[in-house]
């Protein structure tokens, strides 16, 4: 007799990760995967320390916010409702 199988966590049944409910080929999708984002926590890590309580917000998230703002010319408000309502933009810029 083997290994017991493994059933999925209860209410995990039928969900799917966001990077499975994407399109690869969404330009996004695609700058993302040629940008170097180690240079970004490495350049940009001291900038956003944390000290107490929260944890500092990844650089990573930081850069893709910043380039999101600038290319789309949102202000602060509509980047954050529109990056709060778009998976590519969540996928793309954020480390899943």
Do not use: C
């Not at 999925?8 to 969404?26: A, D, M, R, V, W």
């Not at 789309?72 to 954020?94: G, K, Q």
């Amino acid at each position: 007799m083997g290994p017991k199988r493994q059933h999925p966590l209860s209410g995990e049944l039928f969900q799917k990760t966001l990077t499975e409910l994407i399109n690869p080929e969404h330009p996004l999708v695609k700058l993302a995967s040629l940008i170097d984002w180690k240079v970004f926590e490495t350049q940009w890590a001291g900038f956003f320390p944390s000290n107490t309580g929260r944890p500092a917000t990844p650089p990573r998230l930081i850069a893709g916010l910043l380039y999101l703002q600038h290319t789309f010319a949102l202000s602060d408000e509509a980047l954050i409702w529109t990056w709060v309502e778009n998976p590519y933009w969540h996928t793309t810029f954020h480390e899943l």
